[in-house]
């Protein structure tokens, strides 16, 4: 079966980079659209002050901010355009969730993320493949 | 343990805090508080004067910094339902743990009252997070919770003040000097950091904190506490800081590099586990005396003002961290409580933090989406278009 929408999960870890080249070069080879999805991890649970919650916020907005440039401009420069959606939530139960609520036939991961607790939690890449409705591919 | 060997041990706590909280998401004083119980009980720790006395002013900052983060355009517009709630939410769990604390368990009136208050608090800053998070801040219900809390809060410096004083001749210096300050340091801000501020020696910090140091001082001499009045000097500036963002951040900075990681490993030496493993039913009873309380009390007028999420609305009124923690080493500083009557304190106030907030965002989470929808029907336009905080 041919693939024609797919979605890529960006976090600007070097896994997911290549994810989204690969998830890139597939969807040029095969005439697929591709959407990115960038999951905004949750703010400091349990917080004591507010400022510490703004700043987590803020530093949170930049980064997604040059996420989405960085991946735009990645699709650019293969005469490509790419929708870029970022969303609060958990991961493992976004990726699936949004690639449904899409209609993406295929999901295209790194199969590790850059924060500890993704490690501590167990492989992003394991429990995606586990829950979604749509083939996974997992790049190393 | 030395000075340098505590302080050492205390600020390398600090740092490790820092860089587990952001590894793992979760908020430093929590981490820091935690780091704190283990210091206090693996190594020997006698409390020395100098971290008493830093924890204290640790304190007042983080008081200080609490009012100057109010948003008064948000309160004013949701005075009427705020005021009610909050109100509700201060004094129901205050007079069901204080009453439970004296008949109950038999602690003296004023360790009783320390309980009260403590457990009456709600967490601005645990809230704001999960509102934030979930984009429910720019809606009504988001801000009217916001206003809720900090009346809850108001209620508790309130109570932290007042309950405590044994009037004496310092009582009119120190009430005098805090309206000066209140209604004197806004007018004085503008020229004031017209003139000294933007420098790396930082007048307009300094200034803050030895505004600061005077309450606490005129508060000691008065046998009160400089809570209230740091509050709503917070308060009273927090126009001028909405407008000056980067003095506000230089200030956050200050405080949160130094000062407050050294009041939570502060609270957390002084938790004895022990004392809690001794008390686990105890622990128990206080929680449920913070958060039934709470979810009685201020459930039917969350119905009334903030239908159709009043489950949600009463359970991060419950939470509670910052003002429960300053309230109970308030009362250890002072001697009104002890080891064992501020350990099972703060660890109410922890599990307060994190119970409430679960249950709300497992269970009882708005669709921030369709709350905005709800409010443009409403009002026929968005109701805080463009506002990020």
């Not at chain 2, 283990?38 to 900052?61: E, H, K, R």
């Amino acid at each position: 079966m041919p693939f024609t929408n797919l979605l890529v999960a960006v976090d600007a870890s070097e896994a997911s980079n290549r994810a989204l080249e690969t998830a890139l070069e597939l969807a040029q080879l095969i005439g697929a659209s591709v959407m990115a999805l960038a999951v905004e991890g949750p703010l400091p649970a349990y917080a004591a002050t507010v400022g510490e919650v703004e700043e987590v916020k803020r530093e949170k907005d930049e980064f997604f901010g040059r996420l989405a440039q960085d991946v735009r401009a990645r699709a650019e420069r293969r005469g490509m355009s790419i929708e870029v959606e970022i969303r609060p939530g958990h991961a493992a139960e976004l990726i699936p969730r949004v690639a449904k609520e899409r209609g993406a036939d295929l999901i295209v991961l790194g199969h590790r993320g850059h924060f500890l607790r993704d490690h501590l939690l167990g492989s992003t890449a394991d429990r995606v493949a586990e829950h979604a409705e749509c083939p996974v591919m997992i790049v190393k | 343990m030395s000075n340098l060997a505590l302080a050492t041990i205390l600020l390398g706590a600090a740092l490790a805090a820092s860089m587990i909280s952001v590894e793992l998401g979760i908020s430093v004083a929590l981490i820091e508080l935690g780091l704190g119980v283990v210091i206090g009980n693996v190594f020997d720790v006698t409390t020395p004067d100098w971290l008493v006395f830093l924890a204290g002013f640790a304190g007042i900052v983080l008081t200080f910094l609490a009012g100057a983060e109010v948003d008064v355009q948000q309160l004013k517009r949701e005075w009427r339902s705020s005021a009610a709630i909050g109100a509700v939410s201060f004094s129901a769990p205050f007079l069901v743990a204080t009453a439970f604390a004296y008949w109950g368990l038999g602690w003296t009136r004023e360790a009783a009252e320390i309980c009260g208050i403590a457990l009456s608090t709600t967490s601005l800053a645990v809230v704001y997070a999960v509102l934030v998070e979930t984009g429910l801040n720019r809606t009504v219900i988001g801000k009217r919770i916001m206003a809720a809390t900090f009346v809850t809060d108001l209620g508790t410096v309130t109570a932290l003040s007042i309950l405590f004083v044994t009037p004496n001749v310092w009582f009119i210096p120190f009430v005098v000097v805090s309206i000066a300050l209140i209604l004197g340091l806004p007018r004085i801000a503008p020229a004031f950091f017209r003139r000294f501020g933007d420098r790396v020696i930082e007048p307009e910090i300094k200034l803050a904190f030895a505004g600061l140091l005077l309450l606490m001082w005129l508060g000691a001499k008065a046998d009160s506490h400089a809570v209230l009045p740091a509050f709503v000097l917070g308060l009273a500036l927090s126009s001028h800081y909405a407008s000056h963002r980067s003095e506000q951040e230089r200030l956050r900075v200050v405080a949160f590099a130094f000062l407050t990681p050294l009041f939570f490993l502060r609270g957390g030496i002084g938790v004895s586990l022990p004392a809690l493993w001794a008390n686990v039913g105890v622990l128990s009873v206080l929680f449920v005396a913070k958060v039934i309380p709470k979810l009685v009390a201020v459930y039917p007028l969350a119905r009334r003002y903030c239908a159709p999420h009043a489950a949600f609305t009463t359970l991060l009124m419950s939470t509670g961290l910052t003002f429960g923690t300053i309230s109970s080493l308030y009362g250890l500083n002072a001697g009104i409580i002890d080891e064992t009557q501020f350990s099972l304190l703060v660890a109410v106030v922890v599990l307060s933090a994190i119970v409430p907030t679960v249950i709300a965002q497992r269970f009882f989470q708005p669709d921030a989406a369709e709350e905005a929808r709800r409010d443009t029907a409403e009002l026929g336009r968005p109701a805080f278009e463009g506002e990020e905080g």
